[in-house]
């Protein structure tokens, strides 16, 4: 059995402790397409927030396994599900902190699994920086009997956006992004990619995510402490993402096919 949920849910993920420097958040943010001083210059850098999802396994080289306790699966059946961050403070441009994970929940959708893990990250001298959640979908893993968990349909506001925001991504977009710790060959080895039931490699999702967040804080012109999307579809290196804004609510498309939704709160 891949999935054993009487060991997986309420499982430790260990405690891992990590640094930063300001040009790992440059690095990041470059990796975003964000090449604006405030971004790119360290005198007057100022943090994504997003960066602290990646600033635990920044340095990391190896592609990521999805082996947890009770859990086994091939990487090649795994996609990101969705993701939250919550900041409890602006993060630093450099620093040391201590993240605290363990597995959330596990559910069965019958024909895949998803499992929920759940990370908590403070200073190395105890305040807390922020916490995230994440989700993954394993296809073909579900039928174990585990709970289904919650619906992951979500209703957007009547009426016309607010605003809509147009990022662009690079082809190359996802050669740059795996420099952030993310070596999944998905997004760069077709052969990999073609296993998985893509045409060609998929930009990561948490690129994607990033990128929409980064739109959003600009377009704002505000601090965005808490923001969380579910990946509803698959981005293209070289694709156009439109994103529609309603009040404190977002949905990302590629062509009018939605490729992220979600929601968020400002400072």
Same mark, same amino acid.
């Given at each position: 059995m891949s999935i054993d949920p009487e060991i997986a849910v309420g499982a430790s993920l260990g405690v891992r402790e990590f640094e930063w420097a300001a040009s790992d958040v440059i690095l990041y943010h470059l990796a975003l397409g964000a090449t604006e001083l405030k971004y790119a210059f360290e005198p007057q850098l100022t +943090?994504?927030?997003t960066f602290g999802i990646v600033a635990p396994t920044f340095h990391v080289t190896e592609p990521p396994a999805v082996v947890f306790p009770g859990i086994d699966i091939d990487? /090649?059946?795994? $996609?990101h599900g969705s993701q939250q961050i919550t900041v409890h403070a602006p993060l630093p441009t450099s620093g040391k902190a201590r993240a605290t994970g363990r597995i959330a929940d596990v559910y069965d959708k019958g024909s895949a699994?998803?499992? +929920?893990?759940?990370?908590?990250?403070?200073? $190395?001298d105890g305040p807390p !920086?922020?916490?995230? %959640?994440?989700e993954i979908f394993a296809r073909g893993h579900g039928g174990f009997g585990g709970n289904r968990g919650p619906? /992951? %349909?979500?209703? !957007? &506001?009547?009426?016309?956006?607010?605003?809509? $925001?147009v990022t662009q991504t690079l082809p190359q977009q996802a050669l740059w992004y795996q420099l952030c710790g993310d070596r999944n060959p998905l997004h760069v080895d077709p052969e990999f990619a073609a296993r998985a039931g893509? &045409?060609?490699?998929?930009l990561h999702g948490l690129c994607t995510y990033g990128m929409v967040y980064?739109?959003?804080?600009?377009?704002?012109?505000?601090? +965005? &402490?808490?923001?969380?999307?579910r990946f509803a579809g698959v981005v293209l290196p070289g694709d156009t993402l439109s994103t529609r804004l309603w009040d404190g609510r977002?949905?990302?498309?590629?062509?009018?096919?939605? +490729? !992220?939704?979600?929601?968020?709160n400002i400072a």
């Open positions: +943090v994504l927030s990487l /090649a059946d795994t $996609l699994a998803v499992i +929920v893990t759940e990370y908590e990250v403070a200073d $190395l !920086l922020y916490t995230m %959640r994440s619906s /992951a %349909r979500s209703t !957007l &506001p009547d009426g016309p956006p607010d605003a809509v $925001l893509f &045409p060609r490699p998929i980064k739109s959003i804080v600009d377009h704002l012109g505000s601090a +965005v &402490p808490e923001f969380q999307a977002f949905e990302t498309s590629v062509a009018d096919r939605p +490729v !992220l939704t979600g929601a968020y």
